[in-house]
């Protein structure tokens, strides 16, 4: 759902108080809010006078906001020249993208957590099935929200918070834009193209914007695998020459109509078409001691390739009413599409006798429609209450057809050569029907004090059926109480503390719950398991604590030190058991409690803040600590999801005349983590040094020039699985080399 720059402050009814609080002895599933629009007042002639005031740049919704926000805006996300949005997310205070810098397909993450801890939203949406965060460009965004604790607008989904990416909209004046860039580096060719155009015509308005991308690449990512005896004593090595060439192709294109009437309503229509396509054609040479310990394919050739396709189109109609309030309801539609072709041939060497002829193709068709709603009205002055819903139904159909052939290992008892079938043909459907009613209320009580109090309930009802699992229908109903507060101290010209106390979960996905097996090809290696979903999983209920304290001195300076607590109930690990025909499986189950806490430090602020005659520089830093501890796994290191225990970002922009130039040095810490009784992982921090420019050379022409990841840094990860009976264990080893990226945009205005 489209969120707006208008403040809108919300909050309970105080009167409710006594009603909401008991509800936080009870499990809670929540939705999270959007800021809503700042209560109107009665009289229609002071309506557009507050409207107006609300969009004045004086409002600071880091600063005003009862719920506390993070706002990034275009300017901001397009700055670095980057191709795709998680370049740019993992600038923001107290977020990280794991994985190696450059190489996409990393995980979102606030206070250290993702695998759904983190909430992602498009719109105020959750983005369909398939629907890769690689392939959505920044030029397609209007701003991102980062909310760090819940509000009932939203799913409260959101344990670690909320990122909401909030697509473009129309624009009041004319504009027409092209960007052409290509970007470079020692293994990487990524040419880019943008439109932007957007225009007015008396009550109608509309924008248009068109991202295309494609990327080539060539590079090689070593692995090594260990095996030991009880004792530590070496058994085998595996060195694996892993070798790959592929492309992505990816295309977004976001129109937008909007209508106002004589009577100040609106009507939008908004739809949101994305593309993506990834190839890659992959080789593997495996050379072991002893020589016996290179597996079953020492020489693997592997042809793959991704095609996903999503299309979102909503309607949304505002309509005032009288004394200031206002009904806001969009009925939105999706479709969605994802293939996956696999063709695997696995040699004795290269050149060698065929041992496995695989060839694997999944389709996952999703389709489904929602609907959300929101009445508001003004009860007096700086006091507001809201109430609506959230709903949806989603059909979603996954298959999975498989014609495979391994060469058979000759035994006495079967000397002959050949090949055993090992033929699948997995299907299931998902019906998922959702509903969430909410109230919430924002009431500034005195000048300096204003509170938030909000309450959701929301209902999951699913069923599944397959060909290779029984039928199963299951029920989640939640209700969660929400409470923030901002209190700005007398006497100061900036100082403000915030608090918040939360409920909010984290529901398994559908593939979590499906008593399906996703089969590996290296499946009797530990570290490379089948998978397998577990029905019986419920979610994980957390409890939260957040406390702020803001001072803002001067314009565009701020510093800011929060603290957070979390409680999980039902938390969900991921057990890897080995089975009896030498396979091992992973599967996720419930096990006991969890609790993580966190510090974040920000500060911004032009230098000219502090040296009245300083230069036109900009200075930007945030710090995040983040301790988590696992009650189901032994110590030291047990966090949770593999928490990042420390990240930070030091950076500055410096103006000068036509010419403005910055640079970002991100820091994220990585370190030792026991998984289970059985399963540790490592991984090394990781660093990244960016620069940008950007040189204006008339109103309408410019060329920005980005550098990124200059380091160049390795990026190393490893899994280790310690076998029950103490007879050793075994160690994977991936070493993801990294390359500095040049990139230069021409952008144009005609």
């Known amino acids: 759902m489209f969120l707006h720059n208008?403040?809108?402050?919300?909050?309970?009814?105080?009167?409710?108080?006594?009603?909401?609080?008991?509800?936080?002895?009870?499990?809670?599933?929540?939705?999270?809010?959007?800021?809503?629009?700042?209560?109107?007042?009665?009289?229609?002639?002071?309506?557009?006078?507050?409207?107006?005031?609300?969009?004045?740049?004086?409002y600071d919704a880091r600063r005003d906001d009862t719920a506390s926000k993070i706002v990034l805006n275009h300017e901001e996300i397009i700055k670095f020249g980057d191709t795709n949005v998680l370049d740019v997310l993992k600038r923001l205070p107290g977020v990280t993208v794991s994985g190696a810098s450059g190489r996409g397909g990393g995980?979102?993450?606030?206070?250290?957590?993702?695998?759904?801890?983190?909430?992602?939203?498009?719109?105020?949406?959750?983005?369909?099935?398939?629907?890769?965060?690689?392939?959505?460009?920044?030029?397609?965004?209007?701003?991102?929200?980062?909310?760090?604790a819940a509000t009932a607008e939203f799913s409260t989904q959101s344990i670690a918070g909320t990122i909401n990416i909030v697509l473009k909209k129309a624009i009041k004046t004319a504009q027409r834009e092209l960007k052409l860039s290509v970007g470079a580096g020692a293994d990487t060719l990524t040419p880019t193209a943008n439109l932007q155009m957007s225009d007015r015509k008396g009550a109608l308005s509309y924008s248009l914007t068109v991202n295309g991308v494609h990327q080539k690449f060539d590079r090689d990512t070593p692995v090594e695998e260990v095996e030991t005896d009880g004792a530590g004593v070496l058994r085998a090595r595996r060195m694996i020459a892993y070798y790959e060439t592929g492309s992505y192709d990816g295309l977004n294109i976001g129109p937008r109509l909007n209508w106002t009437f004589a009577n100040g309503d609106t009507l939008t229509s908004q739809s949101f078409f994305n593309y993506g396509r990834f190839k890659r054609l992959f080789e593997s040479t495996t050379s072991a001691f002893p020589s016996s310990a290179t597996g079953p394919y020492p020489y693997l050739d592997w042809d793959m390739e991704n095609v996903s396709k999503n299309f979102r189109s909503d309607l949304n109609w505002v309509k005032k009413l009288a004394d200031g309030a206002k009904l806001d309801v969009k009925l939105g539609g999706f479709i969605g599409r994802a293939t996956n072709d696999s063709y695997r041939q696995g040699y004795t060497a290269k050149n060698g006798a065929l041992t496995l002829d695989s060839d694997v193709?999944?389709?996952?068709?999703?389709?489904?429609?929602?609907?959300?709603?929101?009445?508001?009205?003004?009860?007096?002055q700086g006091h507001a209450l809201s109430a609506g819903w959230d709903g949806g139904y989603t059909t979603r159909y996954d298959m999975r057809l498989q014609a495979e052939k391994r060469a058979k290992?000759?035994?006495?008892?079967?000397?002959?050569?050949?090949?055993?079938?090992f033929p699948a043909d997995e299907r299931y459907t998902a019906d998922i029907t959702r509903f969430a009613g909410y109230a919430q209320d924002e009431w500034?009580?005195?000048?300096?004090?204003?509170?938030?109090?909000?309450?959701r309930w929301e209902g999951i009802w699913t069923a599944v059926s397959g060909n290779h699992f029984k039928d199963s229908k299951s029920r989640t109903?939640?209700?969660?109480?929400?409470?923030?507060?901002?209190?700005?101290?007398?006497?100061?010209?900036?100082?403000?503390?915030?608090?918040?106390?939360t409920r909010t979960y984290k529901a398994p996905s559908a593939d979590r719950i499906l008593p399906r097996r996703w089969t590996s090809p290296d499946n009797k290696n530990p570290n490379a398991p089948d998978l397998l979903g577990n029905p019986d999983l419920k979610p994980e209920l957390a409890t939260g604590i957040d406390a702020a304290y803001e001072h803002y001195w001067a314009k565009g300076a701020m510093v800011s030190v929060s603290a957070s607590m979390r409680r999980l109930t039902d938390y969900t690990r991921t057990s890897v058991?080995?089975?009896?025909?030498?396979?091992?499986?992973?599967?996720?189950?419930?096990?006991?409690?969890?609790?993580?806490?966190?510090?974040?430090?920000?500060?911004?602020?032009?230098?000219?803040?502090?040296f009245e005659k300083g230069p036109a520089i900009d200075l930007r830093l945030n710090m995040s600590r983040n301790w988590s501890s696992v009650s189901a796994v032994g110590g030291p290191n047990n966090r949770l999801d593999q928490q990042t225990p420390f990240s930070a970002t030091l950076g500055a922009d410096y103006k000068m005349g036509s010419l403005t130039t910055g640079a970002s040095y991100s820091f994220r810490n990585g370190g030792p983590v026991r998984v289970s009784a059985t399963q540790d992982a490592y991984t090394t921090p990781r660093r990244d040094l960016e620069m940008y420019g950007l040189w204006k050379f008339s109103a309408k022409n410019q060329l920005r020039v980005g550098l990124t990841n200059i380091l160049a840094q390795e990026y190393i990860s490893e899994t280790t699985y310690t076998y029950l009976n103490g007879s050793g264990a075994s160690r994977r080893r991936t070493l993801t080399p990294g390359e500095a990226v040049l990139r230069l945009t021409m952008e144009m205005r005609f």
Do not use: C
Not at 368 to 378: A, D, E, F, I, Q
Not at 444 to 452: A, K
Not at 480 to 485: E, I, K, V
């Open 6 to 58: 208008r403040r809108f402050r919300l909050t309970v009814l105080a009167a409710a108080l006594a009603a909401v609080l008991p509800a936080f002895a009870q499990p809670a599933f929540a939705r999270q809010t959007a800021p809503v629009v700042k209560p109107q007042p009665a009289d229609p002639a002071a309506i557009q006078k507050v409207e107006v005031k609300g969009a004045a740049d004086s």
């Open 107 to 148: 995980e979102v993450r606030m206070r250290g957590l993702g695998s759904g801890y983190t909430q992602v939203l498009i719109n105020g949406e959750r983005a369909p099935a398939g629907f890769s965060m690689d392939s959505l460009a920044p030029d397609a965004i209007e701003r991102i929200e980062v909310l760090r």
């Open 361 to 380: 193709k999944s389709i996952l068709k999703e389709h489904g429609y929602t609907s959300t709603g929101k009445y508001s009205v003004p009860l007096g």
């Open 409 to 421: 290992v000759p035994s006495a008892q079967d000397p002959v050569p050949g090949f055993v079938d």
């Open 444 to 455: 500034n009580v005195t000048p300096q004090w204003s509170v938030y109090m909000g309450v």
């Open 477 to 501: 109903s939640v209700w969660s109480p929400l409470f923030q507060t901002l209190y700005k101290i007398p006497g100061t010209k900036g100082d403000q503390l915030r608090f918040a106390l």
């Open 577 to 610: 058991l080995p089975e009896a025909d030498g396979t091992y499986v992973s599967k996720p189950v419930n096990d006991g409690t969890a609790n993580t806490r966190g510090l974040e430090f920000e500060a911004k602020f032009p230098l000219t803040a502090v």
